[in-house]
């Protein structure tokens, strides 16, 4: 697997600067099924930490796993898509909690993009500030990629952020990319801390203005 | 693009620059936090040798992982016990607010800023919670965000967001005897679906709506996201300005008051607004409502047959299915008669004086079921004190409901508060997912808090309206 232009393996999100992420490249790996829930990706019990790191192996992990933990039927479970790096999904993928342990955890099992009908906005979000991006495309297309992903556990896929194309076996599809997501990626402006902190002066005035903040609530010089 | 909305006067009010991505950067009037999404983000910025930017505006408490039942510290979950450390640590150095167990003030985050006055109309409110669109009901502009999110508004006071569109839903007429606002909005989630509202701001109208209390209008923005929108919101009036002048903020400072309604006011939608789009309901035709599968939007009247996966469009169809196995009902009953094993009346949807008050109607000179293990979760240490001042906790103890501290609790099984095994958990929370209480075989109904009292007392999902309510008897 590789993320030209920069890896966002590389970055939990602490970093420094961010890089631009163009492309995508690796084998896929099909999830089926609308509404699958950020509970789903990470259950509840896995919160209980003060940072993400680890958080990769509790992906679905109620899905992959029974109660004696052995393993279930999930293609996360499946020896012929370790290693993926392209997730393919269907609608409303990242609904319900806003907890960033989800795309945290799917990130450090390897996934660096993800394509599929459509995201829920917060789950979105936060993929865009680990550099993940979140592509769509038809409920037809889609299938026909989990379809080819299952024929081909070992096929490269291809998913180009400027182009907003997505390339396999011969095939090439269009997808969406949201427009600020797009731009923040390929500019490599994903990562809003620096970008925002460089306007301290200007949050200020904004601050002033606003009725309801009080003068004793705005730090006292420069930030 | 809407225009003279609430949300469009708020948004203008707050940008403070469009970013090169083509993102506004967003200032943020309130931020609050908790111990489960913000020590990472505090982290990053430790790492980042940045500070935080604007404390005064920040305020936190801890409800997910707190326990309801043994308080006393350490608690007895270590890893519960390492978060609250955490957040104690974090905020005590930067010198944000705490509303922690020791003041009074700790409860669910979406309690705790509405009844303290720190939300209030016209403001940004953001938290690393999805469920923060409750602050919503006070005419704010307000939403969840992830942790990195969170580590923006510490370090710059701030969010880089993309203006949404803006629907209007107007809920027409009058809300019938047992119907509340737990109804309304798990009708339009029903109607528009889980990812209706991705793209869109919620703005709630319509008489239906304006005739709810402040605790009602927070439970219907409360679940704006379950239906994909990420904010929703009610334009503020006389009742939102009542409820304010009795918070921290007004209280002794009426002045102060008088100062900022100009502003809030003046938020208000105009008249001739524009939406991207709008939505009516029919208020006078909702009955109590309850969930029959895996999604809040897989909802059906009390009286109303359980659909069957084919009359469904057609990408609802697989969904419907496994929820319907998972729940193990069957297309063409009704809900009414589903054996329960526990019912929780609690969390940020439903934990509040008013929803307490309502459901102890209906509990009163009756009792819990033998096969029901019953409990109420105050949605905060005040709401707790008040139930228990005004009696409502006898009235729930003395039925056979446990009475525990403020907290997340049963709503996402962080805590002890979990569902065991295939239990079927009659809940006033606002997500039915596969595995939220805890259990991955667990099932979860939704329901009104009075509804979720009288499957308390009959072991079954009923139609509260059958039930008669007592008024309380003070000795």
């Known amino acids: 697997m590789s993320a030209d232009g920069s890896d966002p393996d590389a970055d939990d999100g602490a970093g420094g600067p961010a890089e631009t992420v163009l492309r995508v490249s690796g084998t896929g790996v099909p999830v089926r099924g609308n509404d699958i829930d950020t509970d789903q990706i990470i259950p509840a019990r896995f919160m209980k930490v003060v940072t993400f790191d680890g958080l990769g192996q509790f992906s679905f992990f109620d899905q992959r796993f029974t109660d004696d933990d052995e393993e279930k039927d999930h293609p996360f479970n499946e020896e012929r898509f370790q290693g993926a790096s392209v997730l393919a999904v269907n609608a409303n993928f990242g609904c319900g909690s806003s907890r960033e342990h989800a795309p945290q955890a799917l990130m450090r099992w390897g996934i660096d993009a993800i394509v599929g009908e459509s995201f829920a906005e917060i789950f979105a979000g936060n993929c865009l500030a680990l550099g993940v991006p979140t592509v769509t495309a038809d409920h037809e297309s889609i299938n026909a990629l989990q379809q080819w992903i299952d024929d081909h556990p070992d096929g490269e896929i291809d998913v180009d952020v400027a182009a907003e194309t997505v390339t396999y076996g011969g095939n090439e599809m269009s997808v969406s990319v949201d427009d600020a997501q797009r731009r923040a990626l390929v500019e490599g402006e994903w990562d809003t801390t620096a970008l925002m902190k460089s306007n301290a002066g200007a949050v200020r005035e904004t601050a002033e203005s606003l009725p309801y903040v009080r003068d004793d609530q705005i730090p006292a010089g420069d930030r | 693009m809407s225009e003279g909305t609430l949300y469009d006067k708020v948004w203008d009010r707050h940008e403070v620059t469009e970013l090169p991505t083509g993102q506004t950067q967003l200032f943020v009037g309130l931020h609050l936090i908790h111990e489960v999404t913000s020590p990472q983000a505090f982290g990053m910025l430790d790492e980042r040798g940045m500070e935080v930017a604007y404390p005064e505006l920040t305020h936190a408490t801890v409800d997910h992982i707190v326990p309801t039942a043994d308080q006393s510290r350490p608690y007895g979950d270590d890893a519960a016990e390492e978060m609250m450390s955490e957040l104690e640590t974090n905020v005590r150095e930067a010198g944000i607010r705490f509303s922690d167990p020791s003041t009074g ?212 169809r697989d969904t419907a299915e496994r929820a319907q196995e998972h729940m193990g009902v069957t297309p063409g009953e009704t809900m009414e008669g589903y054996q329960v094993d526990v019912a929780f009346l609690g969390s940020c949807t439903n934990a509040r004086l008013t929803d307490l008050r309502r459901a102890a109607r209906v509990v009163r000179g009756r009792t819990v079921h033998d096969d029901v293990r019953a409990m109420v979760v105050p949605g905060s240490q005040r709401v707790q004190a008040a139930a228990e001042a005004e009696g409502l906790a006898d009235t729930f103890r003395e039925a056979g409901f446990e009475w525990r501290n403020a907290g997340c609790s049963m709503c996402l099984g962080m805590n002890e508060d979990q569902l065991e095994g295939a239990e079927t958990c009659a809940s006033s929370s606002n997500r039915n997912f596969v595995g939220r209480q805890g259990s991955k075989d667990g099932r979860t109904v939704l329901m009104n808090p009075r509804m979720v009292a009288a499957a308390a007392v009959t072991g079954e999902v009923t139609d509260v309206r059958d039930i008669e309510e007592r008024e309380e008897v003070r000795a």
């Open chain 2, 105 to 316: 003030d700790q409860g669910i985050v979406h309690v705790v800023g509405p009844e303290q006055g720190l939300t209030q109309p016209g403001k940004t409110v953001v938290c690393g919670d999805s469920h923060t669109s409750t602050h919503g009901a006070f005419g704010a502009l307000a939403f969840g965000i992830g942790t990195s999110q969170i580590r923006d508004v510490l370090a710059t006071g701030c969010v880089a967001m993309e203006k949404k569109d803006v629907r209007r839903i107007e809920v027409t007429g009058e809300l019938g005897d047992g119907v509340e606002a737990k109804d309304v909005i798990l009708e339009i989630i029903r109607t528009l679906g889980t990812d209706g509202g991705v793209g869109y701001v919620y703005e709630y109208a319509g008489e239906a709506i304006e005739s709810l209390d402040m605790e009602g209008r927070m439970s219907i923005c409360n679940m704006s996201i379950e239906g994909g929108a990420r904010a929703g919101y009610v334009n503020p009036d006389e009742t939102t300005y009542e409820w304010l002048a009795d918070t921290d903020e007004f209280a002794d400072d009426p002045e102060r008051f008088e100062e900022l309604k100009p502003y809030w006011e003046s938020v208000r939608s105009d008249d001739d607004a524009e939406y991207d789009d709008v939505v009516t309901i029919d208020g006078d035709s909702l009955e109590p409502m309850v969930t029959w599968g895996t999604t809040p939007g897989q909802g059906v009247g009390i009286t109303q047959p359980i659909p069957a996966p084919d009359d469904l469009p057609e990408d609802k």
